[in-house]
């Protein structure tokens, strides 16, 4: 079975003919873990973090179906607007995109536009924004708009979903 790939749009970006992409990909974030800790002073204060988990949802399609999962945290670092440091991680086939920016709102964020820090695999030159907008206090729409994304190549030249898939290991015995 061929890796799923993530719902998303792929354009040629560069015009030195070289084999990035940007890609827009639009899933929905459903919020499994969202745990408040009260650090240093009673109460909400500057250092209080929130951490978060849960699955990315793509709802593209006849079907939504599950492509990955997300998870992070945010320091709080403004008691008036409520606001804080936030870093994420998105995990999908493809490879990890990683996120930082400021929030307010936390735990239910306003929207915000946060920057595209990094990544692995087709991500591992990514750059760019991800969108946030909140649905739901635990249903979050990302869009995350990737440049430089990186197709991976076998030994071959081919992609992973044109290869031939190996064959599982198997175990004496069973």
């Known amino acids: 079975m061929a890796p799923q790939k993530t719902a998303a749009t792929a354009a040629t970006h560069p015009a030195d003919n070289s084999s990035a992409k940007s ?16 650090l240093g002073a009673t109460g909400r204060s500057v250092g209080d973090q929130f951490i978060f988990s849960g699955n990315l949802v793509s709802t593209e399609g006849p079907e939504e179906r599950s492509v990955g999962r997300f998870g992070g945290f945010c320091v709080i670092t403004d008691l008036e607007r ?4 936030c870093s994420s991680t998105a995990v999908l086939p493809e490879g990890q ?14 929207p915000v536009v946060n920057a595209i820090t990094g990544g ?15 649905l739901t206090s635990a249903t979050w729409q990302l869009t995350f708009e990737v440049l430089d994304v990186q197709p991976r ?15 599982p290991p198997s175990f004496p015995g069973k």
């Open 97 to 110: 995109i990683t996120v930082q920016g400021e929030q307010a709102g936390i735990p239910v964020p306003s």
């Open 153 to 167: 190549r076998t030994g071959d030249g081919h992609s992973p979903s044109e290869a031939p898939m190996p064959m």
């Open 82 to 85: 409520n606001a804080g440091q």
């Open 120 to 134: 692995t695999g087709e991500f591992r030159k990514a750059r760019g924004q991800v969108t946030q907008r909140v």
């Open 23 to 38: 890609r827009t990909i639009r899933v929905e974030a459903r919020l499994q873990v969202g745990e408040e800790l009260d």
